[in-house]
């Protein structure tokens, strides 16, 4: 076998193992979590034009994507798998790209290690079997690096070049946030390169020129996106991914290390964040070393692209919002690893020796990010189990049954409810006395012989009795006769209180004045 042939067939078959991977975990029927319910209902109950302004829940997607989810749902139905086969395909979509991105940058033998660490991602893996964008979002940064890529460099007719260029960037724009960052600092990178190192203007114009109509439409779309209100905590739930507000220099230094180590440990899953730092700069250096200045420039550019975006508290570089940056964090990690195997290579002693070193630390950084993904694949993470509660609830109701919600598993009850046909008379919450209303109780279970109090996990500052205080309350009005526990670690749980039955009342904590009267929404 050629080693042309032997290339294509180790990294088809590695592209089929990560697609395995992300099919295992895509096809296991899980719940839908928070978030995930929360775009459902809003692609449920919005038409295309409604989904380019604010979305219910406090929910931010690109219009691109939501556009696409809504066709989806229109034409093949709600059900978890088939919202979620988008982010399987964007994910599918991510080894490919990452293949013949990997392969343009550093070589057939580097696009091996590329791919397979892309296989092995187990942020990817979570995000392919997800009813977000994030998939799309890792998806759409590799195919603006490698239309770039082809921009400046390859050989042909310039304006089928261009127009692949402008197609590409203007649907990246489209479907995710992040690929104006992306291709912001691409665009950057090239011209720096393109001006300082090379002084080829014309390249440099055909890349301003190229990039033009994605950055204005980038550009409109994130003007229209930050007129939204955002997540009423919006900061506080990226602690590590915006330094504090009024940042020094002092303050910003002090942060990147904080940014830096929460971003290893998820979306990019490995262990060390001092180490993964050593082996990106050495994969930089090893794409300078072997001229590789375009693809040097490129990725120098997304990162600072992605710091200033973070520094400048636009776009938070932490958890599910920075799985944009896995396919060049991957290629670059790669291009070290090939670069130590070259090391490694030489009749030097010295050269070896510090292949060697570069390879046990890659071993001990990525070690975590192996085992996270085996068992992401073998046994999904799930979120939120409250669709399966629903499910057992609607299986075991009798006539009389009614189903009150916890307040915050209101969209729980409102995407699932109509699926099972449950009677959800209302939300249950806890108030001070001085604001309480027993009537909205005595109204929701009127007539009713048993009633189900169900919750999913928790997505709430709610003290950790706050559901055991309910049930309490619940009680002094019948007996509580079945439950099913509540997991130790917290989630979805169901208490079945029959109304006929003469009351029972069980101890209430005491959670303070604010939690002390039951009242139904």
Not at 328 to 350: E, F, Q, S
Not at 418 to 430: E, Q
Request: proline share 6%; aromatic share 10%.
């Amino acid at each position: 076998m050629s080693s042309r042939a032997w290339w294509w067939t180790a990294t088809a078959a590695l592209v089929l193992a990560g697609t395995a991977g992300q099919v295992l975990a895509w096809v296991r029927d899980r719940a839908f979590w928070g978030d995930e319910l929360y775009i459902a209902i809003n692609l449920r109950s919005m038409s295309y034009g409604e989904l380019t302004g604010p979305l219910a829940y406090s929910q931010a997607a690109p219009v691109g994507w939501l556009f696409g989810e809504k066709f989806v749902y229109e034409t093949l139905g709600g059900g978890e798998r088939i919202l979620r086969a988008p982010s399987l395909v964007a994910g599918i979509v991510t080894l490919v790209l990452m293949a013949a991105v990997a392969r343009r940058a550093i070589g057939r033998a580097g696009a091996l290690v590329a791919v397979a660490l892309t296989a092995m991602s187990p942020g990817l893996l979570y995000y392919a079997a997800e009813l977000k964008q994030y998939a799309v979002e890792a998806a759409a940064a590799l195919a603006v690096l490698l239309v770039g890529d082809v921009l400046v460099t390859s050989t042909g007719r310039r304006w089928w070049r261009i127009a692949a260029f402008v197609a590409v960037t203007v649907l990246a724009v489209s479907i995710s946030f992040s690929a104006l960052l992306v291709l912001g600092g691409v665009v950057a990178g090239l011209v720096v390169q393109r001006a300082v190192a090379t002084q080829r203007w014309r390249d440099v114009a055909v890349v301003v020129a190229g990039a033009a109509p994605a950055l204005a439409f980038g550009g409109f779309l994130a003007v229209r996106r930050l007129d939204q209100p955002l997540v009423p905590n919006h900061y506080d739930l990226f602690r590590t991914g915006f330094p504090p507000a009024d940042a020094g220099p002092v303050q910003l230094a002090s942060w990147l290390p904080r940014m830096w180590s929460g971003f290893v440990e998820w979306p990019l899953g490995w262990a060390v964040p001092a180490l993964v730092l050593l082996a990106v700069v050495g994969g930089l250096v090893a794409l300078a070393v072997r001229g590789r200045w375009t693809w040097f420039a490129m990725l120098v550019g997304i990162w600072a692209a992605a710091l200033a975006g973070a520094a400048t508290r636009q776009f938070p570089l932490e958890d599910r919002l920075a799985a944009y940056l896995l396919g060049p964090t991957l290629l670059t990690l790669a291009a070290a690893i090939d670069g130590a195997v070259r090391l490694a290579l030489r009749r030097d002693i010295a050269a070896r020796v510090v292949a060697v070193v570069a390879a046990v630390a890659v071993v001990v950084a990525f070690a975590p990010a192996a085992h996270a993904s085996y068992t992401q694949a073998t046994h999904p993470r799930y979120r939120d189990a409250g669709g399966d509660i629903l499910t057992e609830v609607a299986a075991r109701l009798r006539p009389g049954d009614v189903v009150l919600m916890y307040v915050f598993s209101r969209p729980l009850g409102a995407w699932y409810g109509p699926r099972y046909k449950l009677p959800i008379v209302g939300h249950a919450d806890l108030f001070p006395d001085d604001d309480c209303q027993p009537s909205s109780v005595d109204a929701a279970l009127a007539g009713a012989k048993r009633v189900w109090y169900v919750h999913g996990a928790k997505y709430s500052g709610h003290p950790a009795g706050f559901h055991e205080r309910v049930v309490a309350m619940l009680s002094t009005r019948g007996r509580v006769v079945d439950a099913r526990p509540q997991p130790a670690e917290g989630g979805a749980s169901w208490v079945l209180i029959d109304l006929t039955a003469p009351p029972q009342p069980l101890p209430a904590p005491d959670l303070g004045p604010q939690f002390s009267c039951l009242r139904v929404r």
